[in-house]
């Protein structure tokens, strides 16, 4: 199995990876679906963002993952000011993120191995130097016979885990996910977290949106959105 790498010399807060600071956040100048949110992020931590649909669980992610700018406040991923970057420093740090969205994102005409090697192909990584290291986060994910399928053949698990294999083949610092267990019954979802758990044990910080509390493990740091604002709460074993 690929161990997740971790860079934290250029942390400004060796424990902290992501800090929002009095962020808020609206759509075409609409009212604030985010108002004026106050948190941090531990490096390695496993965290959880919870909250009725429409609360904007999907619009804190994007904003963690530098996909939106807040209207107002500041975000900080590995100790940096986002919106001090430049449109060249913005890579850098997304490259440092993988990320899982609803809709899966599977290319049609490429079955699962060449979707899951995908970004390391975009990268021009050399192929002899990732080959051994997909074959094994494929079978880590339970896809190790389904290598040459093509994504219309498989079943929303199946998808859903290949998706979370090619987020996390890069080695990410930080995996974001976005309801990774919205389209798969309530078996396949633990199936899910325990994957998400187990990359979380070898370094890299987690964040999962999901509206089922359920599935949340004992210890986990939730981040409950309501209205706009948020709860920052550890869960009790």
């Not at 948190?39 to 959880?48: A, E």
């Not at 619009?59 to 590995?78: A, C, D, E, T, W």
């Not at 996390?168 to 078996?187: M, Q, R, W, Y």
């Not at 910080?205 to 309501?226: E, G, Q, S, Y």
Request: one cysteine or more; aromatic letters at 6%.
């Amino acid at each position: 199995m690929i161990t997740p790498q971790i860079h934290t010399s250029d942390l400004e807060h060796k424990d902290e990876c992501i800090a929002f600071e009095r962020v808020s956040f609206s759509y075409q100048g609409g009212d604030n679906i985010l108002k004026n949110l106050s948190f941090s992020l531990k490096q390695g931590s496993l965290n959880f963002v919870t909250g009725p649909s429409g609360a904007g669980k999907t619009s804190l992610l994007k904003l963690m993952y530098l996909h939106m700018r807040p209207k107002s406040g500041q975000i900080n991923v590995f100790g940096q000011n986002t919106g001090m970057l430049d449109l060249l420093q913005i890579p850098p740090l997304k490259r440092r993120m993988g990320v899982v969205l609803q809709d899966f994102s599977l290319v049609d005409h490429l079955n699962v191995f060449e979707n899951i090697v995908l970004p390391l192909r975009v990268t021009a990584t050399p192929r002899a130097d990732y080959v051994q290291d997909a074959i094994s986060l494929l079978q880590w994910v339970g896809l190790g016979d389904h290598m040459a399928a093509m994504p219309e053949t498989l079943s929303g698990g199946q998808a859903q885990r290949a998706a979370i294999a090619r987020a996390i083949i890069s080695k990410p610092d930080i995996l974001i996910a976005d309801e990774p267990t919205g389209n798969v019954d309530h078996n396949i979802g633990q199936r899910l977290i325990r994957l998400f758990v187990e990359l979380n044990r070898l370094g890299t910080t987690v964040i999962i949106a999901t509206h089922d509390t359920k599935l949340i493990p004992a210890d986990a740091t939730i981040l409950r959105l309501n209205n706009g604002t948020l709860l920052q709460e550890r869960m009790q074993s």
